[in-house]
């Protein structure tokens, strides 16, 4: 397995305009998670899905912030509109059980929004 | 509140030395602890991970201990080399209902020659 994809790396954008961020967990794992790393506040945990449904989305910042899972296999963060303060870096991590034993990170996608 | 508080926030050390960075945590219910390594542009990547009932784990030269009493955390390193320079991420996993991950603000480790 790849493991967790994610596209793309890096994303520059003007403020206002609409952010797509997309994940492909592992084959198999049933949790799915979007994060936001910064400098100032370090890795948040924005939102989880379990087998594609939406559990605990507490930690999205605002209603700008929306994200979706389709499929088992895809999920995307989207920010709209956007604003400088987003720009970070966002990972996406899966799970294969619901203890969280083991979470495995993407490679992540560094947003900056100008 | 449930914190998650590392120290240093960064370090340098020669490579070939040892060094051991600190996790300490309010969490409550406590349910594992795990620590994770960053390289500079990549996503954390999990260390050990430990449950209330264990001590002590290691992964290679990494060693991490638990106390659950003082609920304090050491990460140890051993015989550095220049690809542990990371930033090492302490992460506390609230009780199982709960499913909430607590994470502290890292330690960045620079390994010189």
């Known amino acids: 397995d790849a493991g967790v994809i994610q596209s793309p790396r890096h994303e520059v954008t003007e403020m206002g305009q609409e952010v797509t961020l997309r994940c492909k967990p592992i084959?198999?794992?049933?949790?799915l998670f979007w994060y936001r790393q910064t400098m100032m506040r370090g890795l948040e945990l924005l939102i989880y899905?379990?087998?594609?449904?939406?559990?605990?989305d507490s930690g999205m910042p605002e209603d700008r912030f929306s994200a979706k899972m389709p499929n088992a296999s895809f999920s995307t963060l989207k920010i709209q509109p956007s604003e400088p303060r987003d720009s970070a870096v966002y990972f996406c991590?899966?799970?294969?059980?619901?203890?969280?034993?083991?979470?495995?990170f993407g490679q992540g996608t560094r947003l900056t929004v100008v | 509140k449930n914190q998650v508080e590392q120290s240093p926030q960064s370090l340098i050390i020669l490579e070939g030395k040892n060094c051991t960075l600190q996790?300490?945590?309010?969490?409550?219910?406590?349910?594992?602890l795990r620590w994770y390594k960053q390289d500079t542009g990549r996503g954390p990547v999990s260390l050990t991970i430990?449950?209330?009932?264990?001590n002590t784990k290691s992964n290679g030269r990494y060693t991490a201990t638990l106390d659950a009493d003082t609920k304090q955390s050491s990460l140890h390193i051993t015989a550095s080399q220049l690809s542990d320079s990371a930033s090492y991420i302490c992460?506390?996993?609230?009780?199982?209902?709960?499913?909430?991950?607590?994470f502290g603000g890292g330690t960045r480790v620079l390994v010189k020659p």
């Open positions: 991590a899966s799970s294969p059980d619901r203890g969280w034993t083991e979470a495995f």
């Open positions: 084959s198999g794992h049933d949790y």
């Open positions: 899905f379990n087998n594609n449904v939406p559990i605990d």
């Open positions: 996790c300490n945590y309010t969490v409550s219910p406590f349910s594992n």
């Open positions: 430990m449950t209330f009932s264990e």
């Open positions: 992460v506390v996993k609230v009780g199982a209902a709960g499913n909430k991950l607590t």
